[in-house]
DNA sequence: GTAATTCCTCAACCTAACTTGAGGTCAAGG
DNA sequence: CCTTGACCTCAAGTTAGGTTGAGGAATTAC
């Protein structure tokens, strides 16, 4: 209640701090830095060691995911921000606008998707190609996996 | 262009009749029938036939699957089917009640992000627990993989 | 009746997103 | 100094949702 303890604000952490700070498991955040989430420096004796601002940097990661958004997706925008400094709050709104509206559109077209399902139930066209459900430009890309499906033409596949 | 040669409809179909009119690769039928999507009878040789209501099932899987529903949630749903009989119009209708519903929670819950996530690019705390996207009650579960939060109790995961 | 399709099973492989374990090192406290 | 806990690397395992290929049998087409 009294003394903080002095932070040893070094400003860098280890990797079980960045852990406790974030929620994530030490090899979900080792798994990061292989696909280039964030690359941490090394100590002398070759640990790894975080800037403060790897915390939002993984928050980020975190909520994006929880969006639906895959690692690749988020290394792609988080590739975006300033490599040298640590990124300002307008850095942030940037991407985070950017994820905005791709969620935006993952809306809509689950609204879509939920009104043809309700014209599907009543017409009773579910088995018929006409139905709205069957418009492959209607489909979520690889939002969750699925079948790969061989609609149309098969030179597609095979050839 | 004239005769239509006699659709010999023992209304059994094989594997292949079935993937072309589902649009489904022959090896995910299969995969459907081990995950019990589908119950083909066999034929004399032991080949695969199905019914011709199943052209309408397995199309409400895709459906499903587009949607974003696993395929352990689809069987739930199709066991709710008639064992006997093919589905009517009405049995489809009472599933695919169900399955809209999900996906109206669903789109409320990204909608509510959405929401978040401009409060959260408007207050800056996108490192703060207390960020609405950080409440786990929140969360997607399972719509499209993520990584398996250690945040509260660490019992959830090891004890 | 035989050749060309189609089908069968089973095992192995694939991607995403991680976890788990083995075997060994680094860092901090007493 | 030396022990304990946190770290390290690398390989293999896990789940979902399938695909691919080998080796062989069943149908269909002529």
Redo the contacts between chains.
């Keep these: 209640m009294a003394d903080i303890p002095p932070p040893r604000h070094t400003d860098a952490l280890s990797i079980g701090d960045l ?1 406790k700070r974030t ?3 030490v090899s ?1 955040i080792r798994f990061y830095e292989t696909k280039k989430l964030v690359s941490p420096i090394r100590s002398a004796g070759g640990q790894r060691r975080f800037l403060r601002s790897d ?2 940097r993984l ?2 990661v ?2 994006a ?4 958004f ?1 690692i690749e997706d988020i290394r792609k925008a988080l590739a975006g921000l300033p490599p040298g400094r640590a990124p300002t ?1 307008k850095d ?2 940037h991407i ?2 950017a ?2 509206a791709e ?2 559109t ?2 809509s077209t ?2 879509r ?2 009104d043809n ?2 014209n ?2 009543g017409c ?1 066209c ?2 018929l190609k006409k ?1 709205q ?2 418009n492959p430009a ?3 890309k690889r ?2 996996p ?7 033409d098969p030179s597609e ?1 095979k050839a």
């Design positions: 852990a929620g994530l498991s979900a915390i939002r928050s980020f975190l909520i995911q929880q969006l639906g895959s709050q942030w709104e985070s606008r994820f905005r969620l935006e993952r809306i689950m609204t998707m939920r399902l309700d599907c139930i009773g579910l088995s139905c459900l069957y209607d489909r979520l939002f969750g699925g079948p790969r499906l061989i609609v149309g596949r």
